[in-house]
């Protein structure tokens, strides 16, 4: 079995119901990779449900999309295969985390993980935090490598089963670790290692399966280093960046590249074998296996994404310069949220829709949710939304993620047609607890890849 399926614990011939993925694989996270031992679950996803509709909302009105029936690969844009810890169908994008051992599934999100009492009132600084080991030219790969290395750390996550390995970022000097959800999710113990070689037990602070994000809390470290937090959304394509990371296990490992595309509709394979959908930035900084949860960072050394996902061209292939990140704007807003409260939050439109039958001309609305924000602005089934503020929707998908990308109570602007002239409709989203992650709609094939995702349903449902 191969180092991608351990990665994914899933047979990589699994079908994900979309006849296009052997023509344009599935990206993944960027996971782990684990020994030879390990054994494949060989579990299959749900089949795509031929309707390509979503089911009636389950639980309260509101969130993001009610979680759809099956599976569905994503829009024209980039899919991930299942996280890689969870024993699920695998595609050929792979989560960044790197699993060693698995032959089974982990714990639930829900209430494995206990609180951490930590000190009120620290909120996420993006102020320089400075470093007396930079001697490099400024705004160089050196200099960033320098600045941000003694910043990120290698998380070890034992399962039920095996261990999976991933990367984190600190957030404080008392020891608050960002990394990914799928990197910490079913874990028994975590252990982490900093850059000076020390090991500390962590504990989940809390989590937030549908931006992909956790919060860990480091025992007995004082006095560590906080990566300074960048801002995404200055991000230029073609801008430099640096990826740092435990790839294959290799700890420190600093590769290089660019933002190769910004609002990049990510699909990855949820921890329920439903499709979860995420606004992304793309890079060729080669990511692989391990990388999950570490800093993409621009050359001043700020951090301006969490490494999260890749596209391989096969089961025993590394990075092929398709890199997955989630915008640290976003990652910021939830990890101040589960730092301050120990949970986070998602935003609610409150629509249903459908992918099939779209054709890169924008989201259709087949239903508005009762007393739902969507509502309340005017939107109405048979609308069409082409664009999310300036970031264009070309289906359901996309509407998804371009709405994840936004904080709950934000006001955001749809442009939408009905058949005749295009209006704007301002939408002041609602909120929802993010307790499970928001999946898109079922039977979907256009996106020419496939795999898993981060996000949740950013419009209704009982996620």
Not at 440 to 445: A, C, I, L, R, T
Request: aromatic content about 4%; hydrophobic content about 35%.
């Amino acid at each position: 079995m191969s180092d991608e399926q351990r990665e994914h614990g899933r047979d990589a011939s699994a079908s994900t119901g979309d006849s296009r993925t052997a023509q344009y694989p599935v990206p993944s996270y960027a996971g782990a990779a684990g020994p030879a031992h390990a054994q494949d679950a060989g579990q299959q996803a749900p089949p795509a449900d031929p309707s390509g509709q979503y089911g009636p909302p389950q639980g309260p009105v509101g969130g993001f999309f009610p979680p759809p029936p099956g599976h569905f690969q994503g829009p024209p844009t980039a899919t991930l295969p299942p996280r890689p810890r969870k024993q699920r169908g695998m595609g050929t994008v792979v989560a960044a985390a790197l699993l060693a051992g698995l032959v089974g599934g982990g714990a639930g999100f829900g209430g494995a993980y206990a609180l951490l009492d930590r000190p009120a009132g620290t909120t996420l600084s993006s102020a320089p935090q400075g470093s007396s080991s930079v001697n490099a030219a400024p705004g160089t790969v050196t200099a960033a490598a320098q600045t941000v290395l003694p910043s990120t750390v290698d998380i070890r996550a034992t399962l039920p089963q095996g261990e999976a390995e991933g990367s984190g970022i600190i957030l404080s000097a008392g020891g608050d670790i960002l990394t990914n959800n799928h990197v910490v999710a079913g874990s028994r113990q975590l252990t982490v290692t900093l850059q000076d070689g020390s090991e500390h037990p962590a504990t989940v602070v809390g989590t937030s399966p549908s931006y992909d994000i956790a919060v860990i809390r480091l025992q007995g470290a004082t006095g560590l280093t906080p990566a300074t937090l960048g801002d995404s959304n200055s991000l230029q394509v073609g801008q430099p960046v640096v990826a740092i990371g435990s790839p294959r296990g290799l700890t420190g490992t600093v590769t290089t590249g660019i933002v190769s595309a910004q609002n990049r509709t990510v699909t990855v394979q949820g921890e329920d074998g439903q499709a979860v959908v995420y606004n992304g930035l793309q890079t060729d900084a080669p990511i692989n296996q391990g990388n999950s949860g570490g800093p993409l960072v621009n050359l001043d050394g700020q951090v301006v994404g969490i490494n999260s996902a890749i596209e391989t061209t096969g089961q025993n292939s590394g990075s092929i310069g398709l890199g997955f990140a989630i915008p640290v704007d976003q990652a910021k807003r939830v990890a101040q949220e589960i730092m301050s409260t120990g949970t986070a939050t998602k935003p609610v439109l409150g629509v249903q829709g459908s992918i099939a039958g779209n054709s890169d001309n924008g989201a259709q609305i087949a239903a508005v949710q009762p007393g739902s924000p969507a509502e309340a602005a005017g939107l109405r089934a048979g609308d069409v939304v082409t664009q999310v503020g300036d970031a264009p929707v070309a289906d359901f998908a996309d509407l998804m993620a371009r709405v994840g990308a936004h904080a709950p109570g934000e006001q955001v602007a749809l442009t939408v047609g009905n058949g005749g002239a295009e209006r704007t409709v301002n939408v002041t989203l609602g909120s929802q607890p993010d307790q499970a992650a928001t999946t898109s709609p079922s039977g979907g094939n256009r996106t020419p890849f496939g795999g898993q995702n981060p996000f949740g349903n950013p419009f209704g449902g009982g996620n």
